[in-house]
């Protein structure tokens, strides 16, 4: 249940930005997260309905995933990794991480 | 631009000439925007941000003050208290050895630590199933190791939750013992990919349990290319020697290393 601690964050986050961007409500909240962050979107969605601010009660929360990129160990091919052990598509060998995966980052919000 | 009236659009219906040959004043209510209307505000910040803030702050402390730093983490009852009285036992008389303990409740671990001759300082976590780098820091202030101590990071038995949180650590140490099953790098990936050392405990048991010690270090080695694998049973004391030079020698290296900021700097 660290996803209670995260959504703890992303509120902390939004009340600080609601003063530097200046609003009073929020309307949606649009949330990248990594395929290999260890996160949870269903903890995550409850852990953040019981942390809700009066900034947030009636905030949408829209979770985008987003893949890490991996390459096959057997025949190079670069592909998209939504687990760690993805096995390559086109040869069936094992994919080794190269890049991404565990962004858990607020990339906007829909205010008011 | 409103959707249900088409106000503002050109050649819309609004902007007409009624058939029955003359204009009038078009009337209509305008809707009032200003006062509801959304916009979107661009954020960017992922969050762990905060925790990686404090984590290099950790690491920096550390660097300056030459403090070799090991988190171990690991499910509860893997063996993390019982292999770290042994390695204070061993590295005591050489090394100042300080222990940051986060558990739920209680301070039995912390009093184990310190009758073996640590210094020693407990967090308890209360809700919390992980230690982040801010609890760290505090825990920090409170103990004030030596320079060139030696500090070792007890994580809340959990093999998911501590995973993410970087408490600025030098090295990461995952415990899995052999009555857990050799599958259980593959159950929980996250954190053996993210261990500097696997540590498999409780290695006296084997005789007696279907634990296939090939299969699990192949198993570590999907997950992790480059982690250290290193057996022993903290119990009997076999495998001790060769773990404590290890983590001997990666202790020279990093104090080596930050000597050699100290220059440049």
Redesign the interface.
Known sequence: ??E???AS??VR??QE?SVS?K?SEV?RIHLLLGS????SDEAFRFAFDAVRTPLLEEAELRIEKIPATGQCTGCGACAKMW???ERCESCGA?M??SDGG??????????? | MCGTCGCGQPDSKQDHEHRHGHQHEHQHEHHHHGETESRRVSVEMDLLDQNRAYASKNRGYFNQHHIFTLNMVSSPGSGKTTLLVAMIRALVDRVEVNVIEGDQQTSLDAERISEAGARAHQINTGQMCHLDAHMVGHALEVLAPADNAFLVIENVGNLICPAAFDLGEQLRAVLLSVTEGEDKPLKYPDMFASASVVVINKCDLLPYLDFDLHRCRENIRRINSDAEIVELSATTGAGMDAWLQWLNGERDRFTTTATEQDVEA
């Open positions: 249940m660290h209670l601690s995260l964050e992303m986050i939004v930005q961007q609003f309307k290999l962050s260890c996160v687990h760690r052990l094992e080794l991480l565990d962004e858990i980052r607020i990339r906007e919000l829909e205010v008011c």
